[in-house]
């Protein structure tokens, strides 16, 4: 189930219109979870699909037409006490807004949204509808566990001519998922395509950036790598993201280098978390421009991060036919070292000591 489309049956919408938003909570078509986990496939797919309809909303719309939408993605993570906790939504609140006032939409108030995350998780829970800790999960440091994915996102008002959306729809859905990557260590390629430009919607969490991330990612799962790495469009050479997550390198030098944020960079949740987690650990943390010559000549490990990715090992990147493996191909000692922090805050092993989980009740 990776990335399944399995939406848990409560949702959450709201709509900007005189002036104001105005939320509710929906309760699309289900079963008890044990009943639906014993339907036959087919039952089982056209209830899920009947989940993913909204019939009273306009399917020709600024979005639909001209991808003029935004979104975000969070986790909650079961914890070992049976409770849920959600990984600094607050962070996301205010990314949201910030997307959506870059695209000269009405902002979600931070507020709303993450009352709206944590009710969409408490509600679905009522029913029967998560996912809970398993001690087996720690044997391999939560590589393999489950968590709910929570993704708010805006749809425009209907409309067909090009134009901005002045009443959004502000969703929020939840659904299952478990590792993002199949193998624990990947090799990456560098794409001649270009994810985002200066003065375009690259720090925003735009839903058109991702055509380019897709198309460049497929092309690299056909080449045999399992994820790509954009140059920045300027210079073409200095390094900006994976597909859809941030990148890190660990040098022979002892730093830890990450680009620095630009309005071509998407500024990550995971990554500000990463960075703070390492300077506590003493690492020298820098953001700044790394060259692609730099990363293949000067690294000793590499990861990306992301809510989907958490922090995943690159064991080696290849730039026009010239392939730089890393620490020997095998999973860094730091790489573990900050996937195992990270994963083990979020699912409540080790001290929440930053304040970053909201616990739901
Ligand atoms: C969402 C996203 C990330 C990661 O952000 P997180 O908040 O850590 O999940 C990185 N790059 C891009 C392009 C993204 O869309």
């Known amino acids: 189930m990776a990335f399944a489309l399995n ?73 070992k006490n049976d409770s849920l906790a959600i990984f600094r939504p607050d962070r996301n609140a205010v990314r949201f807004a910030r997307s959506m006032e870059g695209l000269q939409m009405p902002p979600f108030p931070q507020e709303l949204f993450v009352n709206a995350c944590i009710e969409t998780v408490k509600r679905n829970a009522a029913l029967g509808f998560l996912t809970r800790y398993k001690n087996e999960w720690e044997k391999d440091s939560f590589m393999t566990a489950d968590s709910i994915y929570i993704r708010p996102f805006t749809i425009s008002e209907g409309g067909i001519g090009v134009n901005l959306s002045s009443e959004p729809y502000v969703m929020v859905i939840n659904t299952p998922v478990s590792s993002y990557f199949s193998s624990c260590s990947s090799d990456a390629v560098v794409t001649d395509r270009i994810r985002a430009t200066p003065n375009g919607t690259g720090w925003i969490k735009a839903c058109s950036n991702y055509v380019i991330s897709a198309l460049a990612k497929s092309e690299a799962l056909s080449a045999g790598y399992m994820e790509c790495v954009f140059l920045d469009a300027t210079h073409r050479s200095y390094i900006e993201e994976g597909s859809s997550c941030n990148i890190f390198f660990y040098l022979k030098s002892g730093e830890l280098a990450t680009p620095e944020l630009s309005d071509t960079i998407l500024p990550g949740i995971t990554r500000e978390s990463i960075i703070c987690l390492a300077r506590d650990k003493g690492l020298k943390v820098s953001e700044r421009k790394i060259s692609i010559d730099e990363a293949l000549e000067e690294t000793r490990e590499c990861f990306v991060s992301g809510t989907a990715a958490g922090a995943t090992p690159i064991c080696s990147l290849t730039y026009h036919g010239k392939k730089a493996q890393f620490n020997g191909g095998k999973t860094g000692e730091l790489t573990s070292d900050i996937r195992d922090t990270i994963k083990g805050i979020q699912y409540g092993k080790l001290p929440d000591t930053k304040g970053w989980m909201v616990t739901i009740a």
């Not at 900007?16 to 939320?23: A, E, H, L, R």
Request: overall charge negative; some cysteine; proline content about 7%.
């Open 7 to 79: 939406t848990y049956p409560v949702t959450y919408r709201s709509k900007f219109s005189d002036g104001k938003w105005s939320g509710e909570y929906l309760e699309k078509p289900h079963k008890t979870p044990e009943e639906e986990a014993a339907m036959n496939d087919n039952e089982r797919k056209a209830l899920e699909s009947s989940r993913n309809c909204y019939d009273d909303m306009p399917l020709v719309n600024y979005t639909s037409q001209y991808g003029l939408a935004c979104f975000e993605g969070l986790k909650a993570f079961p914890q």
